[in-house]
């Protein structure tokens, strides 16, 4: 542990699933390095829980599919110190039919999701070899596993980024660095807000939607000591609705 800190990375962690993951490893003793976009209000206010609880919290605005604006942001803070955990929760979904989604529609849930991914890991992951340890945790979906109608470019997305994590735990393994995936499902969210609640219900076993702090306890069980032989795995938090 460098300078006595454990410190975890969360990108687009100023609401939803990323704000709770952030909250939840500030309360297991982690200082928080929180990425967002441009919602600065929100993170803000993200942060000043985590400081509540006695934890750093600094802030990171910066937009993870931006190559860029990622090295800039990150090489400022990696001198001097590297993220036991990071946590690639950056996402967006622009949802339709693929015969009407547009090029752009397509390219930036893309962009998101696995140029971000690779934006901000490749800057962290040989840090965390040469210091031969650390968690890395990829946000995925359900609908990467079994496609969602509507969600072409999203499942896609979500598909390469599970593809992703296979991939660099192999990598990795030796050098100390556990790599995995989780998978939520249908979660209570600005991204589910819309969806018809009723209909989704029929399809969910446990007849409820999932709550973000569900989705953080799953990330905090991959980044304890407990999850010390898991590596390359995709822990699904869906309610079933996967299997």
């Not at 800039?72 to 001198?79: F, T």
């Not at 399809?203 to 590596?231: K, N, Q």
């Amino acid at each position: 542990m460098e300078g006595g800190r454990n410190i975890a990375l969360v990108t687009g962690a100023s609401r939803g699933i990323g704000a709770a993951i952030a909250v939840r490893l500030a309360r297991e003793g982690h200082d928080i390095w929180l990425n967002y976009r441009s919602n600065h209000e929100a993170a803000q206010s993200v942060a000043a829980q985590i400081r509540e609880m006695g934890r750093d919290c600094a802030l990171l605005p910066f937009d993870v599919s931006d190559e860029s604006a990622t090295r800039e942001a990150l090489d400022k803070v990696l001198g001097e110190q590297c993220p036991y955990i990071l946590v690639n929760n950056s996402g967006i979904n622009r949802d339709s039919l693929l015969f009407w989604m547009s090029r752009q529609d397509w390219k930036d849930v893309l962009n998101v999701s696995l140029d971000g991914f690779y934006h901000v890991t490749s800057r962290v992951v040989g840090l965390m070899m040469q210091k031969k340890r650390g968690r890395i945790i990829n946000i995925a979906s359900t609908s990467g596993q079994t496609g969602m109608p509507g969600q072409v470019n999203y499942s896609a997305a979500k598909a390469g980024l599970i593809g992703a994590t296979y991939a660099l735990a192999k990598e990795v393994a030796r050098s100390g660095v556990l790599v995995n995936a989780v998978a939520p499902g249908f979660i209570e969210t600005d991204m589910t807000r819309d969806l018809p609640k009723p209909e989704l219900l029929k399809m969910i076993p446990v007849h409820r939607l999932g709550t973000p702090e569900e989705v953080a306890a799953a990330v905090a069980f991959l980044c304890s000591d407990d999850a010390s032989y898991i590596t390359g795995q995709v822990l699904n938090v869906n309610g079933g609705i996967y299997m």
